[in-house]
């Protein structure tokens, strides 16, 4: 009994355990948009310039996750995270030394690089670690919650450091909280590896790969500032084709795929894949959105702002593992449906939103929102784990991971684009039905400003009906997902 108490207590601390690395990771990608100003300011850079340093974080990030999964699968899983922690926290401490843009960004390069290590091989970690479905369920359930937690406290976190300590700050915090993570993966992760070993990686079809995520990537970054058919934007979608063109080629003939195209056979894998993807984009676009129309409409600051995200995170904490507590009870196709719905709702509620808003517009709409995303986390990743054979979990969860990335692009990408046109086509309207009777300098000036003020907030209220129409249409799609065994989960190989 003492040694059945001894295993599930370790099972709970490996979780704890990649749970660091997880948020550790997401944390710096979202916490570094808020010290851009003081970057800019301290290396006398222009706003265009400082976006390659988000930029370049996400193109490194999006590459190299399929290499790591495939990886860890092979030379195990253990080594994969603690090779790619350690290089995380390495390049966190030389980006916190940088002494210019191009130094800064080539650190970041690094740190993004080893990062994208943490997600497929954390998922496997957990997946092999906890072998029984509902209890596995919720460990990844309250794992995926450390991923969108991340991205609320980032804010919460990053405003004070910054604010107290400078930019830098932002950097080398990871340093003493990442020896700790490190040192904890040494002590409680058994190592684990596929039953069937690699013996020809798939060097090329990686390759192709990158090529082909880079330049999406890329062009979802830039397509906005660039305009969407642009000369740059429609080199871009070329090469876009023709690298996946390329790639799929390449993935048919090899005989160790790095994405093995079987799992798009499983109709259960895509439609779970797509609503993770619906999610992840309403949710990415809304905390990209929310913070910018707190601080120019609502006149918060940084800090500030960060305190409105503070439920949303509790609230996704709160809802992972009971939606995971559901496994066995429920299908797993109508507890995602429903979290999809009730993202929806939260989403919906933000379009009555304007600049006489309190604090509590804001905060309850991110709160339902929030509740709704963490209620199907868990059952998305579980179902994505125990519909793929254990030598293939790193490789299905770095393509898990791929598409919330790309999720977060497009989500900001879109939402970015509607914004703006919505704003230009509320400005047209509302000018035309506006009427001034005095017409002196400084009346026409406020006339003017005040068009512009309500087209923007307008434009902020479609933004979100959209979204949430369209997450709406998710959670319809997500019934279509079954799988036979939710709970399977065949035995993997383990090295004590």
């Given at each position: ?35 851009l ?111 969108a ?9 990053g ?8 930019w ?89 795929p ?49 305190y ?42 933000f ?17 339902v ?12 990743t ?44 509320n ?21 003017t ?48």
């Open positions: 009994m003492a040694g059945n108490n001894q295993n599930d207590n370790l099972r709970w601390w490996v979780l704890f355990t990649v749970i660091i690395g997880t948020f550790l990771g997401r944390l710096d990608q979202t916490i570094v948009n808020l010290a100003p003081k970057i800019i300011d301290d290396f006398s850079i222009t706003v265009t310039a400082a976006g390659w340093i988000a930029t370049a974080y996400i193109l490194a990030n999006a590459i190299f996750v399929p290499v790591w999964g495939k990886l860890g699968d092979t030379i195990g899983r253990k080594k994969v995270y603690i090779l790619g922690f350690s290089i995380f926290i390495f390049g966190s401490v030389l980006a916190g030394l940088a002494w210019n843009l191009s130094s800064l960004i080539f650190f970041r390069v690094i740190q993004a690089i080893a990062g994208s290590a943490d997600y497929p091989t954390a998922m496997a970690i957990i997946a092999v670690t906890f072998r029984e479905g509902k209890e596995r369920a919720q460990a990844l359930g309250i794992w995926s919650a450390s991923f937690a991340a991205a609320v406290f980032g804010p919460l976190v405003g004070p450091l910054i604010d107290n300590f400078g830098r700050s932002v950097f080398l915090v990871n340093l003493p909280v990442g020896i700790i993570g490190l040192f904890m993966a040494l002590a409680f992760v058994r190592e684990s590896v596929s039953d069937k070993r690699t013996k020809h990686f798939d060097w090329w079809g990686a390759i192709f790969l990158g090529l082909a995520l880079s330049s999406l990537v890329l062009v979802l970054d830039k397509g906005l500032e660039w305009g969407w058919l642009s000369v740059k934007s429609q080199l871009c979608y070329l090469a876009v084709f023709v690298f996946t063109w390329i790639f799929i080629l390449i993935e048919k003939k090899h005989p160790e790095i994405v093995d195209f079987k799992f798009f056979k499983s109709s259960a894998f895509v439609n779970t894949l797509g609503n993770n993807f619906i999610v992840f984009m309403g949710m990415i676009g809304a905390v990209f959105l929310i913070p910018i129309f707190a601080q120019t409409f609502l006149g918060y600051d940084a800090t500030q702002t960060g409105l995200f503070m439920p949303m995170a509790f609230m996704i904490v709160i809802a992972a593992p009971f939606g995971g507590s559901l496994t066995g009870k429920i299908q797993a196709r109508y507890v995602i449906a429903v979290s999809t719905f009730i993202a929806a709702i939260g989403l919906y509620l379009s009555g939103i304007d600049a006489r808003s309190g604090p509590l517009a804001i905060i309850l709409p991110l709160s929102m929030a509740f709704g995303i963490g209620f199907g986390m868990s059952q998305r579980n179902v994505i784990a125990s519909l793929v054979p254990p030598n293939e979990i790193g490789v299905a969860s770095s393509v898990l991971a791929l598409a919330r990335n790309i999720a977060g692009a497009f989500g900001i990408a879109i939402f970015g684009t509607v914004l703006q046109d919505s704003i230009n086509a400005v047209l309207a509302t000018a035309q039905n506006s009427v001034l009777n005095i017409k002196n300098p400084l009346t026409i000036q406020q006339f400003g005040l068009i512009i003020l309500k087209s923007q907030v307008m434009a902020y209220g479609r933004v979100f009906v959209i979204s949430a129409i369209f997450l709406a249409v998710g959670a319809l799609a997500a019934l279509t997902i079954k799988v036979k065994n939710e709970s399977a989960m065949p035995k993997e190989v383990i090295i004590e």
